[in-house]
């Protein structure tokens, strides 16, 4: 102190006796100091108090005198902040300590309502209930249950799920789901209470009327102006142009617009306002100047502020390493205080997770451990369900058919729990049930893909209204003298008739050379090919026209129709079909070049030869279709299409493409 002036030198022994007595008064080593006990009090010259010979204060807070000290105070500021796992520093009878009562068995502070892996009951019947950590601080029922009603039956649907008249599933128990709170469609045809009754007024000469989802909407009336109201805007600019150089025309209430910021630019160059005033002084002996790269903020330009913000002369910086365990922080403007914890129980720095000695595991305790991550180790650790015991089979390994093993309460075993094979025979939860319906047409069927995944086949609507595919198209000739047609229940059925006299199918009654009627004049019955005609010039559906066509012949556009006799007699219609898309008139959904799959191998619709018809082509699916049967199905059938059955039947394919059914026209 040798530069200090006689009056200087002496405030300074002053102050260093005041702080020698004040640190022997608290009597701890931890507690929050502004110098450390080492640090020498060298006070510049350039700081140096020349005022305090008068008597006035130096800023250097020196203690009062005539103050009392309480010897068991603790003038420590760690008092109530916390500690340890759990704990809080107290004040015991002048020492600082860390009252911890340690973490519950969830590595929580909070007091739990039982033991982690307990018996608890759900309030349900579902079994299997044990209570586990959630979280840190809070305890749940947790059940070994896999469904999301907690039980083992494999649900179609999940709660929640739309059903009935505006119904929603939900639990029926553990094992089920039942529709409940169904209620009648509101007035729109939707689900819920309208959000506004129907036929008032809305918008500007609207009406409320019923939207497309169910619930109502504005109908009609004009669109309201750019600021929400029903008429003009009468007074101000348009609506988001400039107003000056900081502003923009905005909306003040429904009919008219104000400038937003019709002042010129602040000193900054910005369009805000800034706060102050550019210039003004600031901190010690600061100038507010602007902010780079913001002309809408100002701050304090100040060379003489210190760490903390203050004024005066500080030794160190904030964050310095100071005292046992401590860290520097300011303590007001112009202060460093040292929060310093001391070691912790096992004689390092650092917060502890656990007490050491207080209990963990299986009958073991908390031990220092230094090299450890944590300080800490337990002298008898839980297994991986919480208890004691050694498990025969740890949990989540696989067990049974599809089950895995899972903590029995209590944690000292584990239980198989095992919801078996699917409906695919896998072990995943299955999408949707096979054999229920699906698709956007009636004949769509969930099938398996494979073990763990279903897939909807829809092998279409045919001619007849009926599923799968037929075995001709209605209209074409079969058997002997048929014709295809099609029965209510969409089956297809041969309508046959007898032979002529001539051999071949329909044609005029009576016997060869008999005399008939509806022919020309004196024409007999006589034949024309396998047709019987009245007269040889004479046509079937009558008349004289040599010329017109024959009853069966193709026709149309395609080639794909036939000739029948028209309503009035002596002339003949075109049942014109349409082609298929690969040109064949064998009828047919398909389009070519669509994919395809046949059960579950992909494929691309081609067009391939017409079985039935020579030269025509029909769109089948290119996948590899060794899986398929006779019908497009992929279950095998139990015979053949078109085998022998009944008195003078066929077998024929089903509706729903995996099975055979007897056609028998004499039955």
Same mark, same amino acid.
């Given at each position: 102190?040798?530069?200090?002036?006689?009056?200087? !030198?002496?405030?300074?022994?002053?102050?260093?006796?005041?702080?020698?007595?004040?640190?022997?008064?608290? =009597?701890?080593?931890?507690?929050?100091?502004?110098?450390?006990?080492?640090? @020498?009090?060298?006070?510049?010259?350039?700081?140096?108090?020349?005022?305090?010979?008068?008597?006035?204060?130096?800023?250097?807070?020196?203690?009062?005198?005539?103050?009392?000290?309480?010897?068991?105070?603790?003038?420590?500021?760690?008092?109530?902040?916390?500690?340890?796992?759990?704990?809080?520093?107290?004040?015991?009878?002048?020492?600082?300590?860390?009252?911890?009562?340690?973490?519950?068995?969830?590595?929580?502070?909070?007091?739990?309502?039982?033991?982690?892996?307990?018996?608890?009951?759900?309030?349900?019947?579902?079994?299997?209930?044990?209570?586990?950590?959630?979280?840190?601080?809070?305890?749940?029922?947790?059940?070994?249950?896999?469904?999301?009603?907690?039980?083992?039956?494999?649900?179609?649907?999940?709660?929640?799920?739309?059903?009935?008249?505006?119904?929603?599933?939900?639990?029926?128990?553990?094992?089920?789901?039942?529709?409940?709170?169904?209620?009648?469609?509101?007035?729109?045809?939707?689900?819920?209470?309208?959000?506004?009754?129907?036929?008032?007024?809305?918008?500007?000469?609207?009406?409320?009327?019923?939207? +497309?989802?169910?619930?109502?909407?504005?109908?009609?009336?004009?669109?309201?102006?750019?600021?929400?109201?029903?008429?003009?805007?009468?007074?101000?600019?348009?609506?988001?142009?400039?107003?000056?150089?900081?502003?923009?025309?905005?909306?003040?209430?429904?009919?008219?617009?104000?400038?937003?910021?019709?002042?010129?630019?602040?000193?900054?160059?910005?369009?805000?306002?800034?706060?102050?005033?550019?210039?003004?002084?600031?901190?010690?002996?600061?100038?507010?100047?602007?902010?780079?790269?913001?002309?809408?903020?100002?701050?304090?330009?100040?060379?003489?502020?210190?760490?903390?913000?203050?004024?005066?002369?500080?030794?160190?910086? @904030?964050?310095?390493?100071?005292?046992?365990?401590?860290?520097?922080?300011?303590?007001?403007?112009?202060?460093?205080?040292?929060?310093?914890?001391?070691?912790?129980?096992?004689?390092?720095? =650092?917060?502890?997770?656990?007490?050491? !000695?207080?209990?963990? =595991?299986?009958?073991?305790?908390?031990?220092?451990?230094?090299?450890?991550?944590?300080?800490?180790?337990?002298?008898?650790?839980?297994?991986?369900?919480?208890?004691?015991?050694?498990?025969?089979?740890?949990?989540?390994?696989?067990?049974?058919?599809?089950?895995? &093993?899972?903590?029995?309460?209590?944690?000292?075993?584990?239980?198989?729990?095992?919801?078996?094979?699917?409906?695919?025979?896998?072990?995943?939860?299955?999408?949707?049930?096979?054999?229920?319906?699906?698709?956007?047409?009636?004949?769509?069927?969930?099938?398996?893909?494979?073990?763990?995944?279903?897939?909807?086949?829809?092998?279409?609507?045919?001619?007849?209204?009926?599923?799968?595919?037929?075995?001709?198209?209605?209209?074409?000739?079969?058997?002997?003298?048929?014709?295809?047609?099609?029965?209510?229940?969409?089956?297809?059925?041969?309508?046959?008739?007898?032979?002529?006299?001539?051999?071949?199918?329909?044609?005029?009654?009576? +016997?060869?050379?008999?005399?008939?009627?509806?022919?020309?004049?004196?024409?007999?019955?006589?034949?024309?090919?396998?047709?019987?005609?009245?007269?040889?010039?004479?046509?079937?559906?009558?008349?004289?026209?040599?010329?017109?066509?024959?009853?069966?012949?193709?026709?149309?556009?395609?080639?794909?129709?036939? &000739?029948?006799?028209?309503?009035?007699?002596?002339?003949?219609?075109?049942?014109?079909?349409?082609?298929?898309?690969?040109? =064949?008139?064998?009828?047919?959904?398909?389009?070519?070049?669509?994919?395809?799959?046949?059960?579950?191998?992909?494929?691309?619709?081609?067009?391939?030869?017409?079985?039935?018809?020579?030269?025509?082509?029909?769109?089948?699916?290119?996948?590899?279709?060794?899986?398929?049967?006779?019908?497009?199905?992929?279950?095998?059938?139990?015979?053949?299409? +078109?085998? @022998?059955?009944?008195?003078?039947?066929?077998?024929?394919?089903?509706?729903?493409?995996?099975?055979?059914?007897?056609?028998?026209?004499?039955?």
């Amino acid at each position: 102190m040798d530069g200090l002036p006689v009056s200087g !030198r002496a405030v300074g022994l002053v102050v260093l006796a005041a702080m020698s007595l004040w640190m022997v008064a608290c =009597g701890d080593d931890n507690s929050r100091t502004d110098v450390g006990a080492d640090d @020498e009090f060298d006070v510049p010259a350039d700081v140096a108090d020349t005022d305090a010979a008068d008597g006035s204060d130096s800023g250097g807070g020196g203690l009062d005198a005539d103050a009392d000290v309480d010897p068991l105070a603790c003038n420590d500021n760690r008092v109530g902040e916390p500690c340890g796992a759990c704990g809080t520093f107290i004040c015991d009878e002048g020492v600082v300590r860390c009252e911890d009562a340690g973490a519950n068995a969830c590595g929580g502070c909070a007091e739990l309502a039982d033991e982690p892996g307990s018996e608890c009951d759900p309030g349900t019947d579902a079994a299997g209930c044990s209570w586990e950590c959630d979280g840190e601080e809070g305890l749940t029922c947790e059940c070994t249950g896999i469904n999301a009603c907690d039980g083992t039956t494999q649900l179609v649907g999940r709660p929640g799920d739309a059903c009935g008249t505006c119904g929603a599933l939900e639990c029926d128990g553990m094992e089920a789901l039942v529709c409940r709170g169904e209620s009648p469609l509101n007035a729109c045809g939707g689900c819920g209470e309208l959000d506004q009754p129907l036929g008032i007024a809305c918008g500007c000469g609207g009406r409320v009327v019923c939207g +497309a989802t169910g619930q109502t909407t504005c109908f009609g009336g004009d669109e309201p102006n750019e600021c929400g109201g029903c008429g003009p805007i009468l007074e101000g600019g348009d609506l988001g142009e400039p107003c000056s150089e900081c502003g923009e025309w905005v909306c003040d209430g429904s009919d008219r617009t104000v400038c937003s910021n019709p002042n010129d630019r602040n000193d900054c160059g910005g369009c805000s306002p800034l706060g102050a005033e550019f210039g003004d002084a600031c901190g010690c002996d600061g100038t507010l100047v602007c902010v780079d790269g913001d002309p809408n903020a100002l701050r304090c330009e100040d060379p003489d502020v210190n760490a903390c913000g203050g004024c005066g002369f500080i030794r160190g910086e @904030e964050g310095d390493e100071c005292g046992e365990c401590g860290t520097s922080f300011c303590d007001g403007p112009d202060t460093l205080g040292c929060d310093d914890p001391g070691e912790n129980a096992c004689g390092v720095c =650092g917060e502890l997770d656990f007490v050491p !000695r207080t209990a963990c =595991g299986c009958g073991g305790v908390w031990e220092c451990d230094l090299g450890g991550p944590t300080g800490l180790f337990c002298t008898e650790t839980a297994n991986a369900c919480g208890g004691c015991t050694t498990l025969v089979n740890a949990p989540n390994t696989s067990c049974g058919t599809c089950g895995q &093993y899972r903590c029995a309460p209590g944690g000292e075993s584990t239980v198989c729990v095992d919801p078996g094979l699917n409906a695919c025979g896998g072990c995943d939860p299955l999408e949707a049930v096979p054999g229920t319906q699906c698709g956007d047409s009636q004949c769509g069927v969930v099938a398996c893909a494979g073990t763990e995944d279903t897939l909807c086949r829809d092998v279409g609507v045919n001619a007849c209204g009926s599923c799968g595919s037929l075995i001709g198209a209605p209209g074409n000739p079969c058997g002997e003298c048929g014709i295809f047609q099609c029965r209510e229940d969409g089956t297809l059925f041969c309508n046959s008739e007898n032979r002529n006299a001539c051999g071949g199918c329909g044609g005029v009654a009576g +016997a060869i050379g008999a005399p008939c009627d509806g022919g020309c004049p004196g024409d007999v019955v006589t034949c024309a090919g396998t047709q019987s005609v009245c007269g040889a010039d004479s046509h079937p559906c009558g008349g004289c026209d040599d010329e017109l066509p024959l009853p069966g012949t193709a026709c149309g556009t395609a080639g794909c129709g036939f &000739y029948a006799c028209g309503d009035v007699p002596g002339t003949v219609q075109c049942i014109d079909l349409p082609p298929n898309d690969c040109g =064949g008139c064998l009828p047919s959904t398909l389009e070519e070049g669509d994919d395809c799959s046949v059960c579950g191998n992909d494929g691309e619709i081609v067009c391939v030869p017409d079985p039935f018809v020579s030269g025509d082509e029909v769109p089948l699916c290119d996948a590899d279709a060794s899986d398929v049967n006779q019908c497009g199905g992929c279950t095998p059938l139990s015979g053949n299409v +078109a085998q @022998e059955c009944g008195v003078c039947g066929i077998l024929v394919c089903g509706r729903d493409a995996e099975s055979l059914n007897c056609f028998d026209p004499c039955d």
